[in-house]
Protein backbone atom coordinates (compact mmCIF):
# COMPACT_ATOMS: atom_id res chain seq x y z
CA UNK A 1 0.00 0.00 0.00
CA UNK A 2 2.83 2.15 0.80
CA UNK A 3 3.74 1.65 -2.65
CA UNK A 4 1.01 2.48 -4.11
CA UNK A 5 0.81 5.62 -1.95
CA UNK A 6 4.21 7.04 -3.40
CA UNK A 7 3.46 5.90 -6.72
CA UNK A 8 0.12 7.27 -6.98
CA UNK A 9 1.77 10.47 -5.37
CA UNK A 10 4.60 10.62 -7.93
CA UNK A 11 2.19 10.37 -10.67
CA UNK A 12 0.33 13.24 -9.72
CA UNK A 13 3.59 15.45 -9.15
CA UNK A 14 4.37 14.28 -12.60
CA UNK A 15 1.36 15.38 -14.54
CA UNK A 16 0.97 18.76 -12.18
CA UNK A 17 4.29 19.66 -12.79
CA UNK A 18 4.90 18.15 -16.35
CA UNK A 19 8.07 16.25 -15.69
CA UNK A 20 7.18 12.92 -17.40
CA UNK A 21 10.93 11.63 -16.91
CA UNK A 22 11.01 8.41 -15.38
CA UNK A 23 11.07 8.20 -11.86
CA UNK A 24 11.27 4.66 -10.39
CA UNK A 25 14.09 2.52 -9.84
CA UNK A 26 17.10 2.16 -12.34
CA UNK A 27 17.72 -0.38 -14.17
CA UNK A 28 20.48 -1.45 -17.09
CA UNK A 29 17.82 -0.72 -20.04
CA UNK A 30 17.89 3.46 -20.30
CA UNK A 31 14.00 3.02 -21.86
CA UNK A 32 12.29 0.74 -19.90
CA UNK A 33 14.61 0.17 -17.03
CA UNK A 34 14.56 -3.05 -16.93
CA UNK A 35 17.62 -5.50 -15.58
CA UNK A 36 17.19 -8.18 -18.75
CA UNK A 37 19.88 -7.64 -21.36
CA UNK A 38 20.87 -9.98 -24.14
CA UNK A 39 24.49 -10.35 -25.22
CA UNK A 40 24.74 -10.84 -28.75
CA UNK A 41 27.22 -13.02 -30.98
CA UNK A 42 29.54 -9.96 -31.16
CA UNK A 43 29.94 -10.52 -27.62
CA UNK A 44 30.28 -6.50 -27.16
CA UNK A 45 26.54 -5.75 -28.17
CA UNK A 46 23.77 -5.97 -25.61
CA UNK A 47 19.79 -5.58 -26.63
CA UNK A 48 16.56 -5.22 -23.92
CA UNK A 49 14.72 -7.99 -24.78
CA UNK A 50 11.68 -5.68 -23.82
CA UNK A 51 12.01 -3.03 -26.05
CA UNK A 52 14.52 -3.68 -28.28
CA UNK A 53 17.30 -0.52 -27.25
CA UNK A 54 21.01 -1.48 -27.77
CA UNK A 55 24.02 -0.68 -26.53
CA UNK A 56 27.50 -1.57 -26.46
CA UNK A 57 29.02 -3.45 -23.52
CA UNK A 58 32.25 -3.02 -21.20
CA UNK A 59 33.93 -3.28 -17.32
CA UNK A 60 34.18 -0.31 -15.79
CA UNK A 61 36.07 -0.51 -12.51
CA UNK A 62 35.24 -4.41 -12.20
CA UNK A 63 31.67 -3.78 -12.83
CA UNK A 64 29.40 -4.63 -15.90
CA UNK A 65 28.50 -1.33 -17.67
CA UNK A 66 26.52 -1.00 -21.34
CA UNK A 67 26.51 2.81 -22.91
CA UNK A 68 23.69 3.41 -25.04
CA UNK A 69 23.70 5.68 -27.75
CA UNK A 70 20.88 8.18 -28.28
CA UNK A 71 20.43 6.74 -31.93
CA UNK A 72 19.28 3.90 -30.30
CA UNK A 73 15.93 5.18 -28.54
CA UNK A 74 14.94 6.00 -31.75
CA UNK A 75 14.54 2.42 -32.27
CA UNK A 76 12.91 1.82 -29.10
CA UNK A 77 9.61 -0.88 -30.29
CA UNK A 78 7.47 1.03 -28.34
CA UNK A 79 7.96 4.63 -30.26
CA UNK A 80 4.86 5.27 -32.03
CA UNK A 81 6.00 5.37 -35.21
CA UNK A 82 8.33 2.12 -34.50
CA UNK A 83 5.00 0.58 -33.43
CA UNK A 84 2.91 2.19 -36.70
CA UNK A 85 5.86 0.28 -39.39
CA UNK A 86 5.95 -2.71 -37.84
CA UNK A 87 2.06 -3.01 -38.07
CA UNK A 88 1.89 -1.62 -41.92
CA UNK A 89 5.15 -3.44 -43.07
CA UNK A 90 5.19 -6.62 -41.16
CA UNK A 91 1.61 -7.70 -39.39
CA UNK A 92 -0.91 -6.26 -41.99
CA UNK A 93 0.37 -7.57 -44.89
CA UNK A 94 0.60 -11.01 -43.41
CA UNK A 95 -2.73 -11.21 -42.62
CA UNK A 96 -4.19 -12.62 -46.11
CA UNK A 97 -1.02 -15.54 -45.75
CA UNK A 98 -2.28 -16.52 -42.16
CA UNK A 99 -6.07 -16.77 -43.25
CA UNK A 100 -5.06 -18.71 -46.49
CA UNK A 101 -2.83 -21.64 -44.58
CA UNK A 102 -4.95 -21.25 -40.90
CA UNK A 103 -6.62 -24.47 -41.63
CA UNK A 104 -2.89 -25.91 -43.09
CA UNK A 105 -1.35 -24.99 -39.24
CA UNK A 106 -4.36 -26.53 -37.40
CA UNK A 107 -4.14 -30.22 -39.21
CA UNK A 108 0.26 -30.36 -39.26
CA UNK A 109 -0.33 -28.79 -34.96
CA UNK A 110 -2.41 -31.91 -34.08
CA UNK A 111 -0.20 -34.27 -33.12
CA UNK A 112 1.68 -31.81 -30.83
CA UNK A 113 -2.11 -30.98 -29.21
CA UNK A 114 -2.22 -34.44 -28.29
CA UNK A 115 0.80 -35.22 -27.34
CA UNK A 116 0.85 -36.07 -23.45
CA UNK A 117 4.03 -36.56 -22.13
CA UNK A 118 3.97 -39.74 -19.46
Not at 60 to 70: L, N, S, T, Y
Request: proline share 4%.
Amino acid sequence: MDLAYRMGKEVALAVREKDLTYQGEQGVCPSCHHWLIRILKDQETVECPACGVRGKLSMVGGKIHVKFEEKAWADNRFRPEVSYNHYTYHIAPSKDYFLRTKEEIKSKSQKYREYSPG
